[in-house]
Each structure stands twice: as C-alpha cells, then as structure tokens.
C-alpha cells in the first residue's frame, strides 16, 4: 500500500470517528488504541512466522532420529568422546565391596584435552549404589582431591571410602614436599596416595608419547596445550619434572620417600602410599625399591607396558602392587604374576570412558571371560585396594545387594 493511500485510510477512520464523538482529544486518543493493536497483531504474527520456519530449517538440517547412544554392545569400554558416557547400569558382584584406586574425576581444569565425564559428587552417588566399598579420586593438577575426599564423606555417602590422589607435577612445585604435607593435613586426612610426576614426566611413555614429538608437529601442539603451564615459565626453566638421572633417583626424591615413610595424616591417623607416575619401566622399579625400603605401599599404573619382564619380576618380589587398568586387561598377566599383586584399577572417568563403576564391572567380565575366577577377582578389586590403603580386609556382606545379583534390567 503507497503512503497516499496509508494517508487516505487514517483521514477516512478520522472521520468516522468523528461522526459519533465531539471531542478532537477522544478521536486521537481512539485512534491510537486502534493503530497500537494494529502494530502488537503484526509483531506476534512476525514472531510466529518466523519460530515455524526456524523449526522447518532446523528440522531439514538434523540427522535423522537416533536413539541416545548406550554404547558399542560388542565393545562397552568404547565411548564416543564428543557425547560422553551414558550410566550403562552394569551390576556385578565385583563391585560390591571393591576400591577403584585410580579415578579421574570432576571438577577439574577445561583447557586441557583430558575432560571429565562425571564429577566427584555423582561419581560417590553412583559407586554405593553399586555397592562399592569406596573410590580414589585422582586429581594430575593439584591436591583438590583430600579436600573433595573430605566433603563427600561429610554431606554425601558418609559410609564410603573416598581418598585423594596427588601427582607431583609442575601445579603443585614438582618434587616438593611442602606440597606432601599440606596434601596429609586436609580436614579429614583423607589424601592417601603421593604419585610422582605424570602429565609433567620426561618419560615419553605410556600416555605422553608426545613428550619427543617435531616442534611444530600435531603432537607438539597438544603437548603444548595440555602443558601450557610449561611454556609460561622463563627461558632456561626446565620443563619437565625429572625424579631419575644415570639410573639413579634424584637426591630429592629419595628424601621425599623417605618422610613420607614418617608422614601421618590429620584427623584420620593414615599411612601415606606412593604411586610411580608416569615413569620409566627403569624409573618404576627404582621407587618401588625406595618405598618398599622404607615400609611404603607402592602403586604402579603403567608397569604392565613400560616394564620388560626381568624387571616386572623384581618389582612383584618387592611386594609392590600393579595396576591393571581398564584397557589393560590382561587374564594371561593375572596368571602370569599373580592375582596377589595385582589392583583392578579403572583410569576412567573421562568423556571417552564409561563412568567408572561400569568400567569396573566389564573388567570383571573380561577377567571371567579369560578363566579367572572369582576368588582371584576378590583379590584385585577388593583386598588389594584395602591394603594399600591400610584399610581393614574386605568381607564379603551378609545379605547381598542388588550389585550382587546380576545386571540390574
């Protein structure tokens, strides 16, 4: 409509109105009215027409109907990262009493690639549900995990073992014992597990292949990524935590062992026990030697890769423990060193795992599908864990829960 036309309506409505009213003010004041109902009818119809093409376009742009993801059936270990994991409600008699020593769970820094799945919080609701015994939250970047070891058995699941795990990486002043003890005087005592240097260990094993990747490379641009602290620091400054050097421990370190071995937690009375980090099959063996010397638990998380076999049978002989974790599962390692030095342990919680419960519970499916049996199960997932941790021996409940019966359908 042309703007003479607009003009001529208005004069016409005028006029009209002015017919039956004799005021000039009550003829404006109605003409507004109208002309405001007007513009309000315009803008809703706007709105709606443009919220229905929306959902048209959004519609004709979205995949087709999937149903939410639960998992590779034929391989549950496998999640996809960019969704993470959903809880696959596995119940399994091995949870119930276990100890999943080595957890990675949230709150935790988002700059890095390695991000949660699961947080502290729902992680202790999800672990008594299944019947666990208890959990050890393990934190690479600082020592938050006593303190969120504390708040879980105070205002959450009282009856649960949650203990703190503290890598001694850069975030925390590397080999320092300053750090030790503030980690053992946490309200409540529960940070139980000093682990050498992992996200900051020279060693280019296990998980940080990257450590001798080509400047410039895709690897070197993750390293400095997940490392950006490193990169921060002053020209010259080391940029990794050494603990070794010509096949022997720092000096440092081996004095750090040393009070740990003298070391009780606040409140709770507890013994420290020490984990070997990401370090060499050479490195590893040369803590458990240092710990066990002194009386310490000793914990290894890669010995199953980065030992040869002439080492891995020292370090069993030290009365050490190894780790088998969740994609490490290994029935012919169970019968090769014994179920008596070996922890279940599941390394999850990450977007790209399952939540750790059900990690636990396909490991011992795994196992039994290999011919272990479930004595030697027990022994990993629930005796082992309660040692190192210095906690009493694990007794099977009168009355079985609903963990124990099967998968929960």
Not at 113 to 142: N, P, Y
Not at 332 to 337: A, G, P, S, W, Y
Not at 382 to 388: F, G, R, T, V
């Amino acid at each position: 409509m042309s703007a003479t036309g607009a003009k001529h309506d208005r004069d016409n409505l005028r006029h009209k109105v002015q017919m039956r009213h004799n005021s000039p003010l009550e003829v404006d004041l109605l003409m507004l009215s109208k002309m405001r109902k007007g513009r309000t009818v315009l803008i809703c119809l706007s709105v709606l027409i443009a919220g229905l093409a929306f959902k048209n376009f959004s519609a004709a742009q979205a995949p087709p109907n999937k149903p939410p993801f639960q998992g590779d059936p034929d391989n549950l270990d496998r999640v996809d990262g960019t969704r993470g994991p959903v809880d696959l409600n596995l119940m399994d008699p091995a949870l119930v009493g276990a100890i999943d020593i080595h957890e990675h769970l949230g709150p935790g820094p988002r700059y890095t690639d390695q991000k949660m799945g699961i947080d502290v919080f729902d992680e202790a609701k999800l672990a008594k549900r299944r019947g666990m015994r208890g959990f050890v939250f393990k934190s690479h970047l600082d020592g938050s995990s006593a303190a969120a070891a504390y708040l879980i058995r105070s205002h959450v699941e009282p009856t649960l073992e949650v203990f703190g795990r503290m890598p001694l990486n850069f975030t925390v002043g590397g080999i320092n014992i300053a750090a030790v003890d503030e980690f053992t005087q946490v309200q409540g005592g529960w940070g139980r597990i000093i682990e050498m240097p992992t996200m900051d260990a020279p060693c280019p094993c296990g998980p940080d292949k990257t450590r001798d990747a080509p400047p410039g490379s895709e690897d070197a641009q993750r390293e400095s990524y997940n490392r950006r602290w490193a990169f921060l620091m002053p020209p010259g400054s080391p940029k990794l935590v050494a603990i070794s050097k010509d096949h022997e421990l720092l000096p440092e370190v081996k004095r750090l062992i040393g009070l740990m071995a003298k070391m009780v937690t606040v409140d709770s009375s507890g013994r420290l026990a020490l984990g070997t980090g990401h370090s060499t099959g050479e490195e590893d063996l040369l803590l458990a030697r240092e710990g066990r010397k002194v009386g310490l638990q000793v914990t290894c998380p890669h010995c199953w890769g980065d030992m040869n076999p002439t080492q891995l049978q020292e370090y069993v002989k030290l009365g050490a423990f190894l780790e088998m974790r969740h994609n490490s599962v290994s029935a012919d390692l169970v019968r090769k060193i014994g179920a008596e030095h070996i922890i279940a342990s599941t390394d999850c919680g990450f977007m790209n795992n399952p939540f750790p419960p059900d990690c636990l519970a396909i490991m011992a499916q795994k196992l039994r599908a290999g011919g272990i049996t479930e004595r030697q199960i027990d022994t990993m997932f629930k005796e082992n864990p309660a040692k190192l941790l210095g906690l009493s021996p694990w007794r099977q409940a009168a009355e079985p829960s609903e963990a124990s019966v099967g998968r929960n359908q």
